[in-house]
């Protein structure tokens, strides 16, 4: 099992910058790549951006360019900057297991004032 634990999400005015954490625990050396996913309301959930175990990186192209996923030991970052309303979403950290398994965090909330 996988347990993962987001923060840093909050309300910040467009043009802004957060940062988002995911702190991960329980097997984490089963884990091949975290990614990160948002969902707004009424929308599906995508994927913002991944990186894998080697620190490869994919990024949505609405966020490439102004957000930036590292990881520094079980912690994935996600530093988000040059925010725009359209960023407003609950943030979730994805791990996907090398048994196939995936695991989730609870979320964190970004608001994006105009």
């Known amino acids: 099992q996988v347990q993962l634990v987001e923060s840093g999400g909050g309300l910040v005015q467009a043009g802004g910058s957060l940062r988002l954490s995911c702190v991960a625990s329980g097997r984490i050396i089963s884990i091949n790549s975290i990614g990160w996913y948002r969902q707004a309301p009424g929308e599906q959930r995508e994927l913002v951006a991944q990186i894998g175990l080697g620190g490869s990186t994919d990024y949505a192209d609405s966020v490439k360019g102004r957000f930036t996923i590292s990881k520094v030991r079980n912690t994935v970052y996600l530093q988000m900057n040059t925010l725009n309303p359209e960023d407003t979403a609950t943030y979730y950290c994805?791990?996907?297991?090398?048994?196939?398994?995936?695991?989730w965090g609870e979320g964190t909330l970004v608001t994006v004032s105009s």
């Open positions: 994805e791990a996907r297991g090398a048994d196939g398994m995936n695991y």
